[in-house]
Structure formats: structure tokens, C-alpha cells
């Protein structure tokens, strides 16, 4: 069985794209005081999965690696939780809005299992069926 090599540009792009999206999603809510910081927030850690994945990409060892990986893992984690967050302390959102939040915590969890898988291969593990 042939083995799929890991385009890390293509990955890096989708990435990118989460915290596009993110950022265009705070701009559409309403300016209440829950929305600003938690808009604030989710900017901030989706922000932060990307870059920490470039900084990954130019790690000084394994070790480095990995743990860059799992600080891209726990930033998506993060923008997952404000992502519900906004969802929850919005209950007059437009439906379009409402299906880019879901697809966004949708993206971030599939972003969090790319993250694990790589992390437990380059740490040697086997993977952990959740």
C-alpha cells in the first residue's frame, strides 16, 4: 500500500484559511461586550495556529517540532472554545452565520486530529482511536 505524502504548504494554506475565516466571521457579529472579547480571543488563537505552525516548520530538532505542534493543537483547542462560546451568547444569529460557526468548530476539531496524528508519529506512538 502506497503512503500519501503530507503537503505541509497545503496544510499550512488550510491554516491560514481557519484564521481568515475566523476573522471574518467576528466581523458580522453584533458589538455587544461578550462579542468583542470573545472576538478578540478566537483573532488571537486562530491567529496563533498558523504561525505556530510556521515556527514548526523551522524547528531545531525533533523535540522543538513537537512541541511547536502541540502549541498549534492547543491554540486550535482554544479557538474551538471561544468559537462556541460566540455561538452560545448569540441566539439571534442570521442561519449563514450560524453555519460558519458550526463549519469553523467542524474545521478547528479536524485541525486538532491532523495535530495528534502527527504529534504521536513523531513521537512514535501508536494512534489513539478517540
Known amino acids: 500500500m502506497a503512503t500519501q505524502r503530507f503537503d505541509s504548504q497545503a496544510f499550512y494554506e488550510r ?6 475565516r475566523c476573522r471574518e466571521l467576528t466581523e458580522k457579529l453584533s458589538k455587544t461586550i461578550a462579542n468583542l472579547e470573545y472576538s ?3 483573532i488571537r488563537a ?7 505552525y510556521i515556527e514548526a516548520l523551522e524547528a531545531m530538532g525533533k523535540k522543538d517540532f513537537i512541541y511547536r ?3 498549534s493543537r492547543k491554540e486550535t ?8 462560546l460566540i455561538f452560545d451568547a448569540n ?4 442561519r449563514n452565520v450560524e453555519e460558519e460557526i458550526k463549519n469553523l468548530i467542524g474545521e478547528g476539531q479536524e485541525i486538532m486530529k491532523i495535530f495528534t496524528s502527527s ?3 513523531c513521537e512514535g506512538k501508536k494512534k489513539i482511536e478517540n
Open 15 to 20: 491554516l491560514y484559511s481557519f484564521g481568515r
Open 40 to 42: 478578540s480571543q478566537l
Open 46 to 52: 486562530s491567529g496563533s495556529v498558523g504561525s505556530n
Open 69 to 71: 505542534l502541540k502549541v
Open 77 to 84: 483547542r482554544e479557538s474551538v472554545h471561544w468559537l462556541r
Open 91 to 94: 441566539s439571534n444569529l442570521e
Open 119 to 121: 504529534i504521536l508519529t
